[in-house]
């Protein structure tokens, strides 16, 4: 049974950071690409960024520059780390594995197989 557990969020100021993990179990991580999603409040569930089996990476727009997404592979975890934080990036954290065949740009969440719970996060100005 594939599980996705989330950690890492929290409250903080604008312009500060946080790191989030992703710790996943029941899968071959090192062979599933992995990615983060937001979800504001009465927003849809928005892409942030992903990583694939190699290490290349992929971002959304509104964070490029700001978040960094890595992983290690012995620790089957996946991490996001936010810096510069704004008030517009408060939400609930999700991680998923991106569904076999998919391209590296894949952002819509039908794409992504499993999900973690989610982990809030919750920048002040």
């Known amino acids: 049974q594939v599980q996705l557990v989330e950690s890492g969020g929290g409250l903080v100021q604008a312009g500060g950071s946080l790191r989030l993990s992703c710790a996943a179990s029941?899968?071959?991580?090192?062979?599933?690409?992995m990615g983060w999603f937001r979800q504001a409040p009465g927003k849809e569930r928005e892409f942030v960024a992903t990583?694939?089996?190699?290490?290349?990476?992929y971002y959304a727009d509104s964070v490029k520059g700001r978040f960094t997404i890595s992983r290690d592979n012995a620790k089957n975890t996946v991490y996001l780390q936010m810096n510069s934080l704004k008030p517009e990036d408060t939400a609930v954290y999700y991680c998923?594995?991106?569904?076999?065949?998919?391209?590296?740009?894949?952002?819509?969440?039908?794409?992504?197989?499993?999900w973690g719970q989610g982990t809030q996060v919750t920048v002040s100005s």
């Open positions: 998923a594995t991106v569904r076999s065949g998919f391209a590296i740009t894949t952002t819509r969440p039908e794409d992504y197989a499993y």
């Open positions: 990583i694939w089996r190699s290490g290349s990476t």
């Open positions: 029941g899968l071959t991580f090192s062979s599933n690409a």
